[in-house]
């Protein structure tokens, strides 16, 4: 699979990689052994990025990692994990002794010395303008906790004051054919700084797979159930903030405009991958099946120039009124 520097990191991940929210909780149940069949299929299928965070499932999608690493030592992952959301979320508590903590619980989680990539989930905004929260994530490095950090956003203003900061390696941010504001702004500045785009909810939470209806029922353990209207987190992470009903008449008019031979979901990751600035794409898999056609999405044909405009009027018309301005 084609590979990409994630920014600052230096490393190189494939445009594909996997997102693992889903096997920490929030999605109904994912057993144990899918969700390391889903682990083992990806890298099968060449995948070399794994996005995690200390707070999916408690714990449970970093040590779902953790023995996966264990057991497959020349897999050559980069694993990107993230800190803070199991606390309030107050400025003050974004500190250099929470961070050894959290860095401690993370490293034993995953069953490594130093993490690859650590990114503050999606910190309060004032975390961007106190320079003590990256100067002590400077000190992580130094000490050799981390080898990396980086931010998941929620807001294109946070991404560029994130991009702003000297060390920060890479960006995660909601981008996707139904968000498209990340266009304009921050994949340009992250490409002027060679900072790593991590485009996260590629499939708007699943919509853009164009398999859901007006009755599609998810399970009471499924944040697609209960954020819908941003009642748990930020409600731009449940199906990419777009409104259920509208979100499932305009994902019916994308599956129309995916070219023979690919599957919708497919054009969602390669619509991604095919933006400048953008590194990889991080699909969330619940099984194996999913898992495979979204690494084979790096192998489908290029989406052309009418199929591309084609979507931004759809955006245009469809979504953008309910999202734009919002994140
Ligand atoms: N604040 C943050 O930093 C943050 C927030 C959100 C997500 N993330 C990261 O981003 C990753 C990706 O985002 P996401 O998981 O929220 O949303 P997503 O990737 O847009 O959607 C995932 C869902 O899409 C469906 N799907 C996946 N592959 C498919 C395929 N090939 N064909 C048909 N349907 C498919 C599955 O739905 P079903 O379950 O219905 O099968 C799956 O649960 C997460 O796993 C997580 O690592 C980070």
Redesign the pocket.
Known sequence: MEQRVLGRTGRQVSVVGL????LGAD??SVDEGDALAVLAASVEAGVTFF???DVYGDGRSEQLIGRFLRENPDSGVVVAT?MGRRQAQEVERYNLDNFRAWNDRSRANLGVDTLDLV?L??PPTVTYSTDRVFDALDTMVEEGRIASYGV?VETVDEALAAIAREHVASV?IIL?AFRLKPLERVLPAALDAGVGIIA???????L??G?YTHDSVFAADDHRNYNRRGESFDVG?TFSGVDYDTGVEAAVEFSALVPAGT?P??AALRWIIQQPGVTTV?????NV??AE??AAAASVPELDADTLKAIAELYDRRIRPQVHDRW
């Open positions: 997102g693992t929210w889903q999605w109904g996005d995690t965070a993230k990114q989930h999606c998941s995660q996707n996260r909810v590629p499939l708007a939470s699943g853009l797979s398999r992470e599957t979901a497919q991080i699909p969330g898999a619940r099946a999913q056609a979204n």
